[in-house]
């Protein structure tokens, strides 16, 4: 488990504010984020109706259905199953860390969205950058021999490592 990155978690909540154009309720990463209100608002501005009833106020386990809801609509949008968080790592504050990642990886997959045009967190995503070599150029890489592939054992040598079997001594 990684250790939680108070930086990131500031940056992430003013990324979240900044796409929901409005004020987050005062407290920290965990209390803001925990009943999962504001991450299914959030997942709706991104992408609308994506979650269509989530509980505002209610016994735990509601809320922690707002927080299933909300993951289930962060893949179905983009983020990579690797990067989604456990319903527990954020209810009970188990694994943050894996939040916040979760949140970057949801921030990365607007990019891959044309229709959002809010506000960016995280890097840049790669673009496809296709080369295409000739048979001659493919031929001439893949003959040619790079200095010092081939090696040398110049300096090398047996001495005092004894015989077969024996430890060596130092």
């Keep these: 488990m990684a250790p939680r990155n ?11 504010e900044a796409v929901m154009e409005e004020p987050l309720p005062e407290g920290d990463f965990a209390e803001v984020l925990q009943n999962g209100v504001v991450l299914c608002k959030l997942i709706n501005k ?3 109706g994506s979650v269509k009833k989530f509980k505002e106020k209610g016994p735990a386990f509601l809320l ?4 299933q809801s909300f993951l ?3 893949k179905k949008y983009g983020v990579p199953d690797e990067e989604v968080f456990q319903t527990p790592d954020l209810f009970e504050a188990r694994n943050l860390s894996q939040v916040a990642l979760c949140l970057f990886s949801l921030g990365r997959a607007t990019q891959k969205h044309p229709e959002f045009t809010g506000p ?8 496809k950058n296709e080369r295409n070599f000739s048979d001659e150029q ?7 021999t790079i200095g010092l592939q081939s090696g040398t054992n110049v300096g090398a040598s047996q001495a005092g490592l004894g015989g077969m079997g024996n430890t060596r001594h130092m």
Excluded at 7 to 16: R, V
Excluded at 64 to 67: L, S
Excluded at 138 to 144: P, V
Aim: zero cysteines; glycine letters at 6%; proline letters at 8%.
């Design 138 to 144: 493919i031929r001439q890489g893949r003959d040619a």
């Design 120 to 127: 960016q967190i995280g890097p840049k995503m790669a673009t």
């Design 6 to 16: 108070p930086e990131q978690e500031k940056e992430i909540l003013e990324w979240i």
């Design 46 to 48: 991104l992408a609308p």
């Design 72 to 74: 289930t609509a962060a």
């Design 64 to 67: 922690m259905e707002n927080v």
